[in-house]
């Protein structure tokens, strides 16, 4: 495959710029168009329902030198239609000969005609922020990552703070009940009242309105139930959409010299053998590796061991693998204590880890997934012996 003149990525987050970057650490030479549908140039999220809303940072700029990488950046201009060839926004057309989809994702909104917040964006970030101050009360949809962090933020920040969640423990969809259910007494500890089992009808003024008639009062709601890619401006067109942009084991798209990487993306993964997706930094720092490898002839694959942390209510949670299709969760260390894991298990295989305090265990959890090695569930359960020390031949 000839090295293509123009690459074209469209969405100028994270991931379309890595992209950018690697492309150049590659010595491509051919000309770079990066497009991003927002205003402000690149910068990292994470942060934003952490230290920004704390106050402790206003910008997470990425600080890219988009002159000396010689990146022409394209700001505001949404993506409209891809055509043969062809990219159009609501402004121009691009012509491409590579062209990689990294357009992230969008958080889902309730009905109702009241004001309600969503946190995606650095404006998102800065604007709750400026709401949340002491006695304001603040109602949160959702008891996922996001309505964790926003929570541990805003009592930080002396609200009155009260979280709905429709599942039977926080973070349920993410980690499943047993996992969640550790993390109930985290909210009452920290002074915020978590509903659980409550079912939002719609968002209306001066509160939520809940499907069994009541109502929560709140001056500020934000939503956080969740975020879904940024693909519908792909419908319609040749790109087969599978949860996102279904991408092969090398970020190839169903049309040649297409890629596509970060949140709204799903790839085929050989280590889990099924398509996946993830929403999570460490996909869009790592990902553009491989796409930046592959648009210029490459074959490499892309098959992580999946890693994603959250901070909440003084709590250092990690997570690390994919649990989907365990049979067996191991318990490491007492959960109703400050330090402890949990471990899934397909058969004797270590498949995911979750820690709580302990980065020594995640670690060493990530190597011996990484590796594809067997464990003895026995020694796993022992919080004395390290998880690096619980394999066993296989």
Excluded at 46 to 60: H, I
Excluded at 380 to 393: N, T
Aim: include cysteine; charged fraction near 20%.
């Amino acid at each position: 495959m000839a090295e293509p003149a123009r690459v074209v990525i469209v969405g100028a987050g994270l991931a379309g710029l890595r992209v950018a970057e690697e492309l150049r650490a590659r010595d491509y030479h051919g000309s770079i168009t990066l497009i991003g549908a927002e205003t402000r140039p690149p910068y990292d999220r994470p942060p934003l329902s952490k230290k920004v809303m704390t106050g402790e940072l206003d910008d997470t700029s990425l600080r890219a030198d988009m002159e000396s990488l010689t990146i022409d950046l394209r700001l505001a201009e949404r993506a409209i239609e891809l055509g043969s060839g062809v990219l159009r926004t609501e402004q121009a057309e691009y012509e491409w000969d590579a062209l990689v989809l990294a357009t992230g994702a969008n958080p889902v909104s309730l009905p109702g005609s009241g004001p309600q917040h969503l946190l995606r964006t650095v404006d998102d970030a800065l604007k709750i922020r400026a709401m949340l101050t002491p006695g304001t009360r603040l109602g949160i949809v959702g008891a996922g990552w996001i309505g964790a962090e926003l929570a541990t933020a805003a009592t930080s920040r002396g609200c009155d703070v009260t979280v709905l969640e429709a599942a039977t423990t926080p973070i349920a969809a993410a980690v499943g009940t047993d996992i969640g259910s550790m993390t109930i007494p985290w909210y009452a500890a920290a002074g915020v009242e978590l509903r659980l089992n409550e079912a939002v009808a719609s968002i209306e003024p001066g509160g939520i309105a809940l499907r069994d008639g009541g109502f929560v009062r709140a001056d500020v709601v934000v939503t956080a139930v969740g975020v879904r890619p940024a693909v519908t401006w792909l419908t319609g067109s040749a790109v087969r959409l599978v949860n996102g942009v279904a991408a092969d084991g090398q970020l190839r798209t169903s049309i040649p010299n297409v890629f596509a990487a970060g949140d709204c993306a799903s790839f085929w993964s050989a280590r889990y053998q099924r398509q996946l997706r993830f929403e999570h930094w460490d996909v869009a720092l790592h990902a553009p590796e491989v796409v930046a490898a592959n648009v210029l002839g490459g074959s490499a694959a892309y098959d992580p061991v999946p890693y994603f942390w959250s901070e909440q209510f003084g709590r250092m949670v990690q997570y690390v693998g994919y649990h989907g299709g365990a049979d067996q969760l191991i318990w490491r260390g007492r959960p109703t204590e400050a330090r402890w894991a949990a471990c899934w298990l397909a058969g004797d295989r270590l498949v995911a880890a979750l820690t709580v305090g302990l980065p020594r265990d995640l670690i060493q959890a990530r190597r011996l997934i990484e590796a594809g090695g067997l464990v003895d569930p026995a020694k796993l359960a022992d919080a004395g012996i390290a998880v690096r020390d619980s394999g066993i031949a296989g």
